[in-house]
């Protein structure tokens, strides 16, 4: 019953940074996910993997799991600061990658 907090990362699909700045607390699975045999989807009887919740600070998800008896282990976010990058540099000399039409 061990709980991950986190920041999640940025979805691929869409250049925004949005849901990115809230914290995640999310139980790790206990049992691992079976096929059922009729349709063949995959699940589990474990209810906790169904429970996210989020908060505005890793201090409050730390607080609460605290408060509640949950074993929880913190994963810092690695923020990317984005490099600006223009046309220019496109033709730039000393790229790695050659560039040609």
Not at 34 to 40: A, C, F, R, S
Not at 59 to 73: D, L
């Amino acid at each position: 019953m061990r709980a991950r907090i986190y920041r999640p990362a940025k979805s691929a699909m869409q250049s925004g940074r949005g849901r990115t700045k809230s914290w995640l607390l999310e139980y790790e699975p206990e049992q691992p996910r079976t096929p059922d045999p009729l349709m063949g989807w995959t699940s589990s009887s474990d209810m906790r993997q169904q429970v996210q919740m989020e908060f505005d600070t890793s201090q409050e998800a730390v607080a609460y799991a605290e408060r509640n008896g949950i074993p929880y282990q913190l994963f810092e976010p690695h923020d990317v600061r984005p490099r600006p990058k223009s046309y220019s540099d496109n033709f730039r000399f000393d790229r790695k990658v050659p560039w040609s039409h």
